[in-house]
């Protein structure tokens, strides 16, 4: 085709100005356009351009987790040097193609394969206006902007395929370099289909012929493409740095956010319907059905195939074949083959990229747009042979192009939000942003809890998310028990240990900044991390080693640390902390010793100057023994100190009420002996802290760090370990009911039931008084419910602003709920309730601390029995309810027991040391009751989980053929609704224990649990488990019991899909069993003498991302050379070439046994400070006087690098990438030479691209 004719095309035009009209936001003004992982960049940042770089000091410093990118960022970078704005560069490289080139692309190739300009039309239109596009290019407008390029050559291909050539091989090269530079990972899919259409493309002439010559010609554009990316290929690939994209590209968990119970991906993959399309906003995560109409769609793409004509072309079945190939993709984990995606997960290189199958859509809706093309194409032609007229046709086609031209409505008037909406940078961000570039020296800003799409950042001024530093570098610093980290109180913890200014220091964090709450331009990411900015805030305003300072800003919060530290620094003795203990316990010893902060590492290294070891570390792992612990280590060698610390905070915190005296105590977890003799001092047994007097018949209440615990009379509980306490109060309960005949031995309250949920007019409810079931006097309450819902209740005077004590026991024979509501008369009528399922035939008592509205002279408390499944009626009985006043008793004092870490007598003569702890309680054993299902089911019949409606499909059994502890498993079966079962078990507030059990789907059906505690405020934990493949899968969680809870629930789920799939879900040897308490109560502490001698200087010379050069002024004492950048193997240290000092090597000596050895001896190479790089070196002797002129006491002066070795790969294979592209612009010059000379010859004018 002549290239008069294509660019002479109106309906091309026609294509692209449709699209320009739907996405015109992004053609008529120059705002700025950013929305999910597009970030906001400055002009200077962009314009900082530089050779391609392996490792990004970018978070915490790392290897450079997207290299395919460097393209388009050094093309970024040039146009911000000419002038462009963020905006407008955005645009030029993103934007505009997607819309221009996708439009152009795909209107050719249907055109092309139909031979119809009205299947182009709508082929375009189906490609650029489908669901999964426009939310592709809501999302990251690199992945969309690829995939746009994609028709384009693919249309390229088919040309090649008519008439090989090299300059045609060469053309086809230009826009899959293109798709690789933007995202390699279409680039990687695109392969597929491209090795297809090989098979497809070859005929009869080239096999016998042309076949080798074909065949280079036709892979050379994957080849050049492949070369033009050596300059990170080869340095990933081939020079290891491939563990680099772990977790930031590859080998993440597999994604299944935003995938509703009722959703099934093959159904959205098959009609081409993103899940949280809507027809308005897009929001994440949101689901949504899918309009019956857009079945259609794929029923009229594989209709071409009922057609012989199409059928019998090659290339109608090629696109075909890809569709059905996208659709496997596409459809996940859901059946069938529900586990074929898992294992090309796992086993197909290059797959582990693509953590979610979004990626892969556009296999789907590009031949769905050339399938029904051609199907249009081939009806037109019908019709112009037969000599009908076309209106039907164009009837038919202008029905299909309606729902796509619909999509476009809320991308036109902006109603879809995302990207299609300008933003407005707060003025805030711009004020930082100069008070940023005003300090030209190294340092980084962390972002609590992350970064603002607006924050600064460039390569001597990183930015750190606090939430992506918790779950990379800094995790191992992380408490257990605090992983997950959407609890804004999990988040803040890092920066309240006792290391936390030597973490922030050594890292050169300067600044702590709490980003705005700006849900006007989308980025209130706060939502994720429990909506409450001023959390943040006033977390950061409490702590000692931060100081807020005034730059400008209105809201941004700022902080500084004063004691950051620069991008390299020297230290004079670290101490190393043992990883298995905790932590911030053994650092806060450590530095207590050394009276002061001092770096810290993990590593075993064998020249600290303070070396804690935990004792008994070892005796917290999950399922081992519930025995004694022995632990043998060496003596003290020459040069060191031997200690013994006690940590007495470790201790469990006590209290009893007898006799009106509340007594604090405090309990030894277990004895420590030494060589078979009780140590002094760590001999067991409790303490007595402190006692409070309280009235002889009061009850109390006790609040430690927001949790109530109540405290009856000759009662005693536990408040868990002291170091977890904080705050503690107490109060007092008189006694003095409130409620007028709380024991119903007077009788009802109410004359008849109450109906509490009259949906409609067929109650059937019952209300007695209870004389074989009571717990205060011979009657109870008893409510039966079986449609609607029982209640009864009772007015009593109250005084407002007011805490009271609500109590009540409570009892179900069938297991229905209890339940409860208390309201005010205040003017907000204030109200409390709670609703709970009962576990057991017992009685049990429920205690809660009520708090009296302000205004409220009066009281309501109704108590409520439930309905269940409107068959059976559920029995609730209440008796002896209690509302009496609470009164402050005081502070209680436990600092009596003195310092924390408290010196054990031990000598340190003789052999090896022996140690033996005996816990006082037992520890491991499992307290819940049947959990390998060997005595049956815990429930009787299978519970509704999620009775939505009145038609579950549910089961539950015993499974003989699948176990793993037994004979038996429970198998939970759920088509429609939620199977659920529960057992209930005793626990110990404040106590740590491991949850443990195995689970297993024969289907991928999902998994699920939710532990539930009795401790008032609702406390729980859970999730869902997605089923990896067939096989048994293990679940381990370390729990904290919350304080004042005495019984947990455990409920087992199997979850619905698509209401016509038996899922089946099975669970086998469930544990939940006490932690040891032996870890961290006792500390070996290894003193090295002389340790912290000497001083160093430092000075940064010459700092490039893989290299920095220092100038180094030292005494012959070793040192620490610490680079404020994430640990990697790949960095080195080595000695610079400056003049007199050149021979430094025969002055820094290896030290044997650290990790990370340097080749050459050139120092040991460890993790310091959380994971930040560092070099044990040992200057040796200075240089004798007629070397420098000094004397024996004269500093060394010398010169050190430090490199990142894999950089040298990239040198390499950025030659490789230019002689690639050298050698392809001289083809292209050379086939353009040739044409030119031909045209001269012929005496043409124009261009003729035959």
């Not at 069938?336 to 789907?364: C, M, V």
């Not at 004694?628 to 009420?657: M, Q």
């Not at 819940?928 to 060997?934: A, D, H, K, Q």
Request: proline share 5%; aromatic share 14%; net charge negative.
């Amino acid at each position: 085709m002549k290239s008069e004719r294509t660019w002479s095309d109106p309906v091309l035009y026609l294509a692209i100005l449709i699209n320009i009209a739907v996405y015109h936001v992004w053609f008529t003004n120059t705002g700025i356009l950013t929305h999910g992982d597009m970030f906001y960049k400055f002009t200077e940042q962009l314009s900082q351009v530089t050779t391609f770089q392996t490792w990004s000091s970018m978070g915490l410093g790392g290897i450079t987790g997207i290299p395919s990118a460097y393209s388009y960022s050094l093309l970024s970078g040039l146009l911000a040097k000419a002038g462009f704005s963020y905006a407008l560069i955005s645009r030029v490289i993103f934007f505009w193609p997607l819309v221009i080139v996708g439009s152009l692309g795909s209107y050719l190739l249907v055109k092309k394969l139909s031979g119809s300009r009205v299947g182009g039309l709508l082929g375009s239109i189906i490609f650029s206006l489908n669901t999964f596009f426009i939310v592709s290019s809501s999302a990251y407008a690199p992945i969309a902007t690829a995939i746009a390029w994609f028709p384009l050559t693919l249309y390229l291909f088919v040309l090649f395929s008519e008439k090989p050539s090299i300059w045609m091989a060469l053309a086809c090269s230009l826009p899959l370099f293109i798709i690789s530079c933007l995202e390699f990972r279409i680039f990687y899919v695109c392969l597929l289909p491209l090795l297809l259409f090989y098979f497809f493309s070859l005929h009869e002439g080239l096999r016998r012929k042309r076949l080798p010559e074909y065949t280079f010609l036709f892979f050379l554009p994957v080849a050049v493409t492949i070369l033009l990316n050596s300059y990170w290929l080869v340095p990933y690939y081939l020079g290891g740095l491939e563990k680099g994209l772990q977790g930031i590209i590859v080998g993440r968990d597999l994604f299944t956010g935003g995938i509703g119970p009722t959703t099934n991906l093959l159904h959205n993959a098959y009609a081409i319907f993103h899940p949280i399309w809507s027809g308005g906003e897009l929001v994440l995560f949101s689901v949504h059905p899918i309009p019956i109409y857009w079945f259609l769609i794929p029923l009229l793409a594989f209709s071409t195939l009922l057609f012989n004509k199409l059928r019998q072309d090659g290339r109608v079945l090629f696109f075909a074949l890809v569709a059905l190939f996208g659709i496997f993709l596409t459809k996940f984990y859901f059946p069938p083959f529900s586990g074929a995606y898992q294992w090309l997960y796992d086993h197909f290189p290059g797959f582990n990229a693509f953590r979610e199958p979004g990626k892969f859509t556009f296999l789907i809706y590009l031949p769905y747009a050339v399938l029904i093309g051609c199907l249009v194409g081939h009806l037109l032609q019908r019709a112009g042979r037969r000599g009908w007229k076309p209106a039907a046709v164009l009837i038919l086609t202008a029905l299909i192009a309606l729902p796509f031209l619909v999509n476009a409505i809320p991308v036109a008037t902006q109603s879809a939000g995302t990207i299609f909406v300008r933003r407005e940078i707060p003025k805030d961000y711009v004020v930082l942003r100069d008070f940023i570039l005003d300090q030209p020296e190294f340092f980084r800003t962390l972002w609590v809890p992350t970064y603002s799409r607006w924050a600064y950042r460039d390569e001597s001024h990183p930015f750190v998310s606090c939430v992506d530093a918790l779950a990379g570098g800094w995790s191992n610093l992380q408490e257990r028990g605090f992983e997950d980290l959407t609890i804004p109180e999990n988040i803040v913890a890092i920066l309240e240990q006792s290391f936390s200014l030597e973490l922030l220091s050594s890292s050169s964090i300067k600044y702590v900044i709490v980003p705005l709450q700006d849900a006007r331009n989308d980025d209130d990411f706060f939502i994720h991390y429990g909506g409450d900015r001023e959390f943040f805030v006033e977390q950061l305003d409490g702590l000692e080693y931060l100081e807020r300072i005034d730059i400008g800003t209105e809201d941004l919060a700022v902080y500084v640390n004063g004691a950051y530290d620069p991008a390299v620094f020297a230290a004079h003795g670290i101490c190393r902390l043992d990883p298995e203990g905790d932590i911030d316990a053994q650092y806060s010893l450590a530095s207590s010793l050394r009276g002061g902060d001092l770096p810290f590492t993990t590593d075993e290294v064998p020249f600290a100057a303070i070396d804690v070891e935990d004792l008994l570390a070892g005796a917290a792992a999950p399922g081992g023994s519930s025995g004694d612990a022995g632990v043998e280590t060496a003596p003290a060698d020459t040069g060191e100190t031997l200690s013994l610390y006690a940590d007495r905070s470790r201790g469990e915190l006590r209290c009893s009420l007898a006799g009106g005296t509340a007594t604090f105590w405090r309990v030894d977890p277990g004895a420590l002996f030494l060589n078979g003799q009780p140590l002094p001092g760590a001999a067991g047994g409790r303490e007595v802290l402190c006692t409070m007097q309280v009235g002889p018949e009061d009850d109390c209440w006790l609040e430690a760090d927001g949790a109530w615990i109540y405290l009856g009379r000759d009662e005693e509980v536990s408040l868990g370990r002291i170091d977890r306490i904080s705050t503690l109060l107490l109060y007092r309960v008189p006694p003095g009911n409130l409620i007028p005949n709380g024991s119903f031995e007077e009788g009802l309250w109410t004359e008849e039931v109450l109906d509490c949920y009259a949906y409609d007019e067929r109650p059937q409810l019952d209300m007695s008084l209870s004389g074989e079931e009571s717990t205060a006097g011979r009657y109870a309450l008893q409510l039966e419910a079986t449609r609607h819902i029982a209640g009864t209740y009772t007015d009593f005077p109250v005084e407002g602003n007011r805490d009271y004590s609500l109590s009540f026991d409570y009892q179900s024979p069938n297991g229905a709920e209890a339940g409860y509501y208390l309201e005010f008369d205040d003017d907000a009528k204030t109200a409390a309730s709670a609703r709970w399922l009962t576990v057991s035939e017992a009685w049990r008592r429920y205690q809660h601390r009520v708090t009296v509205p302000r205004g409220a002279s009066t009281a309501t408390l109704y108590l409520y029995s439930y309905e269940s499944d409107g068959a059976t009626a559920m029995v609730t009985r209440y008796d002896d309810v209690e509302l009496e006043a609470i009164d402050f008793a005081g502070c209680p004092d436990l600092a009596v027991y003195g310092d924390r870490f408290v010196p054990l007598p031990l000598e340190t003569r003789g052999g090896s040391l022996a140690f033996e702890f005996k816990p006082a309680a037992a520890s491991g054993v499992n307290i819940v009751p049947n959990g390998s299902f060997e005595e049956g089911l815990w429930t009787e019949e299978v519970l509704d989980g999620y009775a939505y409606d009145e038609r579950p499909q549910l089961d539950m059994s015993l499974s003989g053929e699948e176990s793993t502890a037994g004979r038996y498993a429970l198998q939970l079966e759920a088509t429609r609704h939620i199977a659920r079962t529960f057992v209930d078990f005793p626990v110990e507030g404040g106590g740590d224990y491991y949850l443990s059990f195995d689970y297993q789907s024969p289907n991928g059906a999902e998994a699920g649990y939710l532990l539930e505690f009795d401790d008032g405020a609702g406390t729980s934990t859970g999730g869902r488990l997605p089923a990896a493949g067939t096989s048994w899968q293990h679940l381990q969680q370390r729990v904290e019991v919350p304080l004042g809870a005495t019984s947990a629930v455990l409920s087992l789920f199997c979850y619905e899909s698509d209401g016509r799939t038996n899922n089946i879900a099975r669970y086998d040897h469930v544990e939940f069993s006490r932690v040891s308490e032996g870890p961290g109560l006792y500390y070996l502490v290894r003193t090295a003498d002389g340790g912290f001698a000497g001083s160093t200087s430092v000075e940064v010379t010459d700092s490039r991302p893989t290299e920095k050069t220092v100038q180094v002024g030292s005494s012959s004492d070793p040192f620490v050379l610490v680079m404020s950048q994430q640990y990697d193997e790949g960095w080195r240290l080595r000695a610079g070439k400056d003049g007199k000092n050149a021979s430094l090597e025969g002055r820094i000596s290896n030290v044997v046994g650290a990790r990370g050895e340097d080749e050459g001896g050139q120092g040991v190479h460890f993790s310091i400070d959380g994971g930040v790089n560092a070099w044990y070196v040992l200057p040796g002797e200075p240089p004798s006087a007629s070397t420098d002129g000094g004397g024996a006491d004269a500093p060394l002066d010398f010169t050190l690098v430090m490199e990142f070795y894999p950089q040298r790969q990239a040198k390499w294979g950025s030659l490789i990438t230019l002689l690639t592209f050298l050698a392809v612009l001289v083809l292209a010059l050379a086939g353009l030479a040739l044409k030119l000379r031909a045209q001269v010859r012929k005496g043409r004018s124009g261009w003729d691209t035959r």
